[in-house]
Antibody, heavy 124, light 110 residues
Framework: EVQLVESGGGLVKPGGSLRLSCAAS????????MNWVRQAPGKGLEWVASISSSSGFTYYANSVKGRFTISRDNAKNSLYLQMNSLRAEDTAVYYC?????????????????WGQGTLVTVSS | QSVLTQPPSASGSPGQRVTMSCSGSDSNIGNNYVYWYQQFPGTAPKLLIYKTNQRPSGVPDRFSGSKSGTSASLAISGLRSEDEADYYC???????????FGGGTKLTVL
């Protein structure tokens, strides 16, 4: 069974940093591109970042470009999101999401499955 | 303001057919596949439709997707109470070089 378990969320002050992790199991992690998608409280979904299977390609939403960094460690079956210069508007549940098919480019792929999410709250 | 426009709400009675729209542009819907996700309150989203009109295994054939030009639609036939959820469309946007989601449609089963 595919499992994606996020951790690292919590309360952080504006301007602070946080690193999210996602532990993957139940599939060959190194074969799949991975993503982070967030959802502010009571709001819709917002794509944050994507990374290819070998880390050769990364993509970011304009709202986080230059502040967030997506990375992965295939030896540890783990995905990360380093978040710096955090703002109140970054407050959201952050989902770790696998791409639905291996061997397919990120932009021709889809989000499946999703982890349960970890809450990040940016507040003073 | 989402790049993709979805009506905030939709409703129907059990057994009815409902459709919900997702409007975009040439750089997203007009040139790429559309995906639909279903989300129940307090839970993670789930893939409902991929590559515009394909259903993953386990998704009932009551759900169907289509696209015409720069608009896409999700149709649910034989509406059931358990279909009450939020529905999001998503597409890769060539101009933004990133994924975009619609604002979501909240479906109410009357």
């Amino acid at each position: 069974e595919v499992q994606l378990v996020e951790s690292g969320g919590g309360l952080v002050k504006p301007g602070g940093s946080l690193r999210l992790s996602c532990a993957a199991s139940g599939f060959t992690f190194s074969s799949y591109s991975m993503n982070w998608v967030r959802q502010a409280p009571g709001k819709g979904l917002e794509w944050v970042a994507s990374i290819s299977s070998s880390s050769g390609f990364t993509y970011y939403a304009n709202s986080v470009k230059g502040r967030f960094t997506i990375s992965r460690d295939n030896a540890k079956n783990s995905l990360y999101l380093q978040m710096n210069s955090l703002r109140a508007e970054d407050t959201a549940v952050y989902y770790c999401v696998r791409c639905g098919m291996f061997g397919v480019t990120i932009f021709s792929n889809w989000f499946d499955p999703w982890g349960q999410g970890t809450l990040v709250t940016v507040s003073s | 303001q989402s790049v993709l426009t979805q009506p905030p709400s939709a409703s129907g009675s059990p057994g009815q057919r409902v459709t919900m729209s997702c409007s975009g542009s040439d750089s997203n819907i007009g040139n790429n596949y559309v995906y639909w996700y279903q989300q129940f309150p307090g839970t993670a989203p789930k893939l409902l439709i991929y590559k515009t009109n394909q259903r993953p295994s386990g998704v009932p054939d009551r759900f169907s997707g289509s696209k015409s030009g720069t608009s896409a639609s999700l149709a649910i036939s034989g509406l059931r109470s358990e279909d009450e959820a939020d529905y999001y469309c998503a597409v890769w946007d060539d101009s933004l070089s990133g994924w975009v989601f619609g604002g979501g449609t909240k479906l109410t089963v009357l």
